[in-house]
């Protein structure tokens, strides 16, 4: 059974579906349990739902350190003081450095609202809809040292309506989101993968 680390920055909405699908299917079926989560804030319902669920939580904060690099390895340090095979981002919305990548690459994997290489960042889902596409989505992928630049895992789509603002579109994006992340997370952690080039091969 794959040891996970999810880190969250708000509702944990993704991290919600991990745990309820080991719960139904127990780790030894999935392959993979969570053995804690992450925030970069405190009082987040991520955390909350990760301490209902009786899971160990931490928080670190970029505010609590002189620099980015300091954050970026303190955040590597407590991760691996978790010891996992897989770190998921789940909503967690800042970018990782090098220390982090150098312990990580590879095994850290990031779920984005918007069908990538189109509009990364942080507002995937604001500018979709500000350039007008009729189908978008959300995509997993690897974690590399460009914002949402990494091997793509998988991708699901989701069409555009008329009427969406923001906020509708991004709850019908999230639901295709959490079963797509729950399905690649469990195919990982079960089967393990190599990355050839910008290729994911999941044996
Ligand atoms: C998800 O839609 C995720 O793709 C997005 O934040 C949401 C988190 O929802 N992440 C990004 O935009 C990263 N740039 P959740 O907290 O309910 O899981």
């Known amino acids: 059974v794959k040891r996970l680390v999810v880190l969250v920055s708000g509702s944990g909405s993704n991290l919600q579906a991990l745990l309820d699908e080991i719960a139904t299917e127990g780790a030894e079926a999935y392959g993979a349990r969570i053995v804690a989560v992450g925030a970069d804030r405190a009082g987040i319902e991520g955390l909350a739902r990760a301490e209902r669920a009786g899971v160990p939580t931490f928080v670190c904060r970029v505010k609590d350190y002189g620099t980015r690099e300091e954050w970026d390895a303190a955040l590597a340090e407590t991760v691996a003081a978790h010891r996992p095979d897989l770190v998921v981002s789940a909503g967690f919305m800042k970018i990782v450095g090098k220390e982090f990548l150098a312990r990580y690459g590879g095994r ?16 995937g889902v604001r500018d ?4 007008g596409v009729r189908v978008t989505g959300c995509t997993v992928h690897f974690v590399d040292d460009g914002v949402d630049t990494g091997p793509i895992i998988a991708q699901g789509v989701v069409e555009v309506r008329d009427e969406d603002d923001e906020s509708a579109l991004h709850e019908r994006i999230k639901e295709v989101e959490r079963r797509l992340l729950v399905e690649v997370v469990g195919r990982l952690a079960r089967h393990g993968h190599r990355i050839e080039g910008r290729k994911v091969v999941i044996q």
């Open 128 to 131: 979709a809809l500000a350039y």
């Open 108 to 123: 850290f994997v990031n779920t984005h609202p918007a069908l990538l290489p189109s509009f990364p960042g942080a507002h």
